[in-house]
């Protein structure tokens, strides 16, 4: 570390000078052997990448052993970049892993991730192939005698690592296993480890012995072996405690926060319900509410079944009080309870809920019937001891599946931590008392904010093809009936001090922004806008998403251009240099080799057979969605469309290339098979954009007020802030006054404000040859789809003009998008298809095509790039002779 900087606030300066970005590729035998249902995100491969890079040998300040510390949000997938960090170490050649953590319900939920195919949890790949080589995840009771192929883990708690070491039985480990063996600790809730670290001052000479000698015991495996690595994962650290903060500056490798972790739109939208109700009549509130969201779930086709958290302060005993007086509310249930709940709201998303009951024909009767079959006894599920049953643990840690019907959960505090669950939708707060004092919030406030935190974990869904079904997708459509399936409602009596704390609370964690940063906004279009032929006729031209089926190929060079391949046999040559010795001044140069070219088919078709077995790629029905008129494996190794004609050159001693033995054809086929997987997989994608464009009428594309909900604060500061408003005068700008701006107002980033700005200039010259000129900025109205690929793009503005005194009434529509400088190169992509789109665009036939042209332009901003932007847009509209 330099300049006084912790290891985090280095690796944040080197990040964003884009020094990370080559270690951000991530290893192909990470992603192949990691379970493709969960896509590494953004943070994760931030995550790893940073790692890659502590562990290379760029890195000039790398402590041994390495002792690092991934402090990442509740619910941000720690667990999976865990998974993917094993999948690294095993590449440097770690066989021995050692995960332990506080609790035994973490083990069993690890163990199911790591260990159990079945689960719908499970992190790993089928098969794991390193280097053409099956591998296997082994649990193990210690390392003596293991498969050093495998990836062998031994599964513990704190604890009992100690009690095992220190009181061995048969099978057990020993301080003798950690001699002369590289091992990898794996830390998971690691806070807990730092009992010692935190508290030593505080502690009693028999505390501090207990925790030194489990502390110790962790330390003493640890640092046996400088080749080791320890590796901590956790949520909560305490950095404001200075001994914690000490101890970890030079150990944090990567931090991801509940406020990043929201702001990137993985978690949901937390919303605090307060009312005058009484406990069991917040709890059917939170009932009607879970119903109603499995009915908006089920009109979409939506896989779902929403669960209530019915949270106790203090003893299981109120905890069973409360489950039996809401089972036996749910039993004596009737439409007047309904009813009441309806008369307690007045507007919010419960009168929405009431409005969908009532137009899908939803009467209070058949809601009664319902409430109290889905709600019933059996599906209701008390969690309140570390003894409860195997079966009941498996039961609350397989909410999200299909086969489990559980609605409700009751608790004191067993699901605090190491809880995975994406349903929780609704939180209700059994008890009415406060624990803040002075200001600071006490220990309840502060476990019901992380309670929150862990259940405004996202529920996947998607709708379009083109979103992301891990991310919220209505922050700027909060009016959307599907919007309620993105929020959390916690229920609590109506205490506006208790409310102000929780709320207090819940920023403080990052999981809520500040009232103040909400905002709801609003665009029309303009009345006069409306009344004009343009609003009426115009058409805005788009182009779709389709799957790319690739119809078109009929042999392997229709996919792979280049089909000759080469091979360099191993020729057992050793060669000695100095260290400060030129080879050509030893006149020691590289001995000649001699090449010989084959037909792949020349090899026997067994061992091509053989060697293509090993790689996972050419199973047939893999092989099919390349070369859909593929009629067999056979006619793939042997057919002249295939790999019959395939070439490769071979290069080695002439002796050897002439006489070759059926290992060196093995290696041969093998190399050419890896290199020829990698070059179709890379030669074409699953989807493309089409090159035809449709036209939508622009009164129907765009249609109604747009009303979103936005977060100010990000980093761009004139993001939310109207034009109007800005006190910016720069940017200033009144657009009711600019018939040519379709919308009322401007919300958008500074570099869209300094565009529109532009554009106003531009305007006197513009009028001289066209009419009809309108400035559409796209409120998610719209999606461009790459052609190479299908990538899914919003442009941010569209521009629509007519052409003067022509013939043929010549149309121009122009895609523009402004972009701040540090997404210039991340979105350099979008730049690219943007001036693809004149050259390569059709109308499809239903439009005279010849009195159409679509046109994208190069990126708008204001500092850097504003000049190539306005020679492209002047050359486009012909605006300089």
């Given at each position: 570390?330099?300049?006084?900087?912790?290891?985090?606030?280095?690796?944040?300066?080197?990040?964003?000078?884009?020094?990370?970005?080559?270690?951000?590729?991530?290893?192909?035998?990470?992603?192949?052997?990691?379970?493709?249902?969960?896509?590494?995100?953004?943070?994760?491969?931030?995550?790893?990448?940073?790692?890659?890079?502590?562990?290379?040998?760029?890195?000039?300040?790398?402590?041994?052993?390495?002792?690092?510390?991934?402090?990442?949000?509740?619910?941000?997938?720690?667990?999976?970049?865990?998974?993917?960090?094993?999948?690294?170490?095993?590449?440097?050649?770690?066989?021995?892993?050692?995960?332990?953590?506080?609790?035994?319900?973490?083990?069993?939920?690890?163990?199911?991730?790591?260990?159990?195919?079945?689960?719908?949890?499970?992190?790993?790949?089928?098969?794991?192939?390193?280097?053409?080589?099956?591998?296997?995840?082994?649990?193990?009771?210690?390392?003596?005698?293991?498969?050093?192929?495998?990836?062998?883990?031994?599964?513990?708690?704190?604890?009992?690592?100690?009690?095992?070491?220190?009181?061995?039985?048969?099978?057990?480990?020993?301080?003798?296993?950690?001699k002369n063996k590289r091992i990898a600790f794996l830390s998971d809730e690691a806070h807990h480890i730092n009992a010692l670290t935190k508290n030593f001052d505080k502690m009693s000479k028999e505390e501090r012995e207990e925790s030194t000698s489990w502390e110790n015991t962790v330390n003493k495996t640890f640092l046996s072996d400088n080749r080791n690595i320890m590796l901590e994962y956790t949520a909560t650290i305490d950095l404001e405690n200075s001994a914690i903060r000490k101890k970890y500056e030079d150990k944090i490798i990567y931090q991801y926060t509940l406020k990043e972790f929201r702001e990137d739109k993985y978690s949901k939208d937390v919303e605090i319900m307060q009312s005058d109700l009484s406990i069991m009549e917040r709890a059917l509130q939170a009932v009607i509410l879970s119903q109603y969201r499995r009915k908006i779930a089920e009109k979409y086709k939506i896989q779902l079944k929403p669960v209530i958290l019915i949270k106790a302060q203090k003893t299981i005993a109120q905890s069973e009080e409360a489950e039996k007086n809401f089972k036996e509310m749910i039993k004596k249930l009737t439409a007047s309870d309904i009813k009441k709940i309806k008369r307690s709201n007045t507007n919010g998303i419960i009168t929405k809920a009431f409005t969908f009951f009532e137009e899908s024909g939803v009467t209070y009767e058949n809601l009664v019937r319902e409430i109290k079959e889905d709600f019933s006894e059996e599906k209701c599920l008390s969690v309140n001891s570390k003894a409860d049953s195997e079966e009941k643990q498996i039961k609350v840690n397989t909410l999200e599946a299909e086969h489990n019907e559980i609605r409700v959960i009751f608790t004191v505090n067993m699901l605090n931590e190491g809880w995975d669950v994406l349903n929780l939708f609704d939180i209700v707060r059994l008890y009415e008392t406060r624990d803040t004092r002075h200001g600071k919030a006490g220990k309840t406030t502060v476990s019901e904010a992380q309670l929150i935190g862990r259940g405004a974990r996202y529920y996947p869904f998607v709708l379009d093809k083109d979103d992301d079904k891990f991310k919220r997708k209505y922050d700027e459509d909060v009016k959307n009936e599907l919007r309620v399936l993105e929020e959390l409602h916690y229920h609590s009596l109506n205490d506006s001090r208790y409310i102000a704390e929780i709320k207090a609370e819940l920023v403080k964690s990052g999981i809520a922004p500040p009232d103040d940063k909400r905002k709801q906004i609003t665009v029309s279009v303009k009345d006069e806008i409306k009344k004009s032929r343009f609003w009426k006729n115009g058409l805005l031209f788009i182009n779709e998403q389709k799957k790319n089926n690739r119809d078109k190929v009929k042999q392997m060079k229709d996919l792979v251009s280049q089909t000759i391949f080469q091979h360099k046999l191993k020729i057992g040559k050793t060669v000695e240099t100095a260290v400060f010795e030129e080879e050509a001044q030893n006149g020691r140069q590289e001995q000649a080799l001699d090449k010989r070219t084959i037909k792949f088919n020349e090899i026997e078709r067994h061992i091509n057979r053989k060697a293509l077995d090993k790689i996972n790629f050419y199973r047939f029905s893999n092989l099919k969605k390349y070369f859909p008129s593929m009629k067999s494996i056979e006619e793939f190794l042997t057919s002249g469309s295939y790999l019959g004609e395939v070439e490769v050159e071979i290069y080695g001693l002439r002796e050897r290339i002439d006489s070759l033995n059926n290992h060196d054809k093995y290696e041969i086929s093998l190399g050419v098979f890896k290199e020829l997987a990698e070059k179709i997989e890379n030669s074409t994608t699953e989807y493309i954009g089409t090159k035809e464009f449709k036209g939508y009428n622009i009164c129907k594309i765009v249609g109604s007020p747009k009303s979103s909900e936005i977060l100010l604060g990000g980093d761009d500061k004139e993001f939310g802030i109207a034009m109007s408003e800005t006190t910016k005068d720069d940017l200033r700008l009144n657009l009711k006054d600019f018939d040519w701006y379709m919308y009322d107002e401007n919300y958008g980033t500074s570099e869209e404000k300094y565009f529109v700005h532009f554009f106003r200039h531009a305007m006197e010259e513009i009028k001289k040859k066209y009419s009809d000129i309108y400035l559409l900025r796209n409120e998610r109205i719209f999606k461009l789809y790459r052609f190479s690929d299908g990538r899914a793009f919003e442009p941010d503005f569209v521009l629509f003009l007519t052409e003067k005194g022509t013939q043929k009434d010549m149309s121009l529509q122009l895609f523009i998008e402004p972009k701040g400088q540090h997404l210039l190169k991340t979105d350099q992509w979008k730049e690219d298809f943007l001036k693809e789109i004149e050259s390569q665009f059709t109308i499809v036939t239903l439009f005279e095509s010849e009195k159409y042209r679509l046109i994208g332009l190069p990126f708008y901003n204001e500092s850097l790039k504003k000049q190539e932007f306005k020679e492209s847009f002047e050359s486009a509209l012909v605006l300089k002779e």
């Open positions: 570390m330099s300049n006084g900087q912790t290891l985090v606030e280095e690796l944040n300066s080197i990040s964003r000078r884009g020094f990370l970005n080559q270690y951000k590729k991530i290893p192909g035998f990470v992603l192949k052997n990691l379970n493709q249902k969960f896509l590494m995100r953004e943070y994760q491969t931030e995550g790893l990448a940073r790692l890659v890079y502590y562990l290379s040998g760029d890195n000039t300040d790398k402590k041994e052993p390495v002792h690092l510390l991934f402090h990442m949000a509740t619910g941000s997938g720690k667990t999976f970049l865990m998974a993917s960090n094993i999948l690294y170490l095993y590449s440097l050649g770690f066989r021995n892993f050692i995960f332990f953590v506080n609790s035994t319900t973490i083990i069993k939920k690890t163990k199911a991730n790591f260990l159990d195919k079945s689960s719908p949890k499970y992190l790993f790949s089928e098969q794991l192939m390193f280097d053409d080589k099956e591998v296997f995840i082994q649990e193990v009771d210690n390392f003596e005698g293991v498969n050093q192929d495998n990836i062998n883990i031994l599964f513990t708690t704190i604890q009992g690592l100690h009690s095992r070491i220190w009181t061995p039985q048969e099978n057990s480990i020993t301080l003798e296993d950690f």
